[in-house]
């Protein structure tokens, strides 16, 4: 069975940093890429980053580029989300979704829970 | 960036109806649409990939059609576990993006 399990939010002031980890199970981990999508209370879907299975590509939307940093460790099969200079508007659930295939191409078959980002002074 | 833009945003329907939702694309994206579904409190859940391929374990009461600039996702007999919030997304070029959603609702 395919399972991912996000850690690592909470409540941080702006300005400040958080890692979000993702840790996948029951496939083959380097298989596959891996994207960070958020949604903001309420609100829709935005995708974030995305990381290809072997973690040379990494992609990033506009909104993050350069606070944002996407990395994994094949021998924990964990995806990291490191986000620093934290914004308000980053606020949401975040959820980590599993790629179709080793290379990038966005569609998305399986998601985790969500970590709930909360950027508040 | 690729706008997708969903309607309706919200739609009332009973069980048993067939209901459709419409998904635009602001440029071709040739067959890179894919549907998903989203209840209170859970995390999206694939429909349907490239347009009109039903995800594996999907109930077949679910298609989807289109190409190019328009998609629907047609739901033919909806059930009571239907009823939930419809995202499209084009997964065609970078970076991908979602339409605003479609919330169903019972009525």
């Known amino acids: 069975e395919v399972r991912l399990v996000e850690s690592g939010g909470g409540l941080v002031q702006p300005g400040g940093s958080l890692r979000l980890s993702c840790v996948a199970s029951g496939f083959t981990f380097t298989s596959y890429a891996i994207s960070w999508v958020r949604q903001a209370p309420g609100k829709g879907l935005e995708w974030v980053s995305a990381i290809s299975g072997d973690g040379d590509n990494t992609y990033y939307a506009d909104s993050v580029k350069g606070r944002f940093t996407i990395s994994r460790d094949s021998s924990r099969k964990t995806v990291y989300l490191q986000m620093n200079s934290l914004r308000v508007e980053d606020t949401a659930f975040y959820y980590c979704a599993k790629d179709t295939s080793t290379t990038v191409i966005y569609y998305f078959d399986f998601w985790g829970q969500g970590a709930l980002v909360t950027v508040s002074s | 960036d690729i706008q997708m833009t969903q309607s309706p945003s919200s739609l009332s329907a009973s069980v048993g109806d067939r209901v459709t939702i419409t998904c635009r694309a602001s440029q071709s994206i040739r067959i890179y649409l894919n549907w998903y579904q989203q209840k209170p409190g859970e995390a999206p859940k694939l429909l349907i990939h490239v347009a009109s391929s039903l995800q594996t374990g999907v109930p077949s009461r679910f298609s989807g059609s289109g190409s190019g600039t328009d998609f629907t996702l047609t739901i033919s007999s909806l059930q009571p576990e239907d009823f939930a919030t419809y995202y499209c997304?084009?997964?065609?070029?970078?970076?991908?993006?979602f339409g605003q959603g479609t919330r169903l609702e019972i009525k």
């Open positions: 997304q084009q997964s065609y070029s970078s970076p991908p993006t």
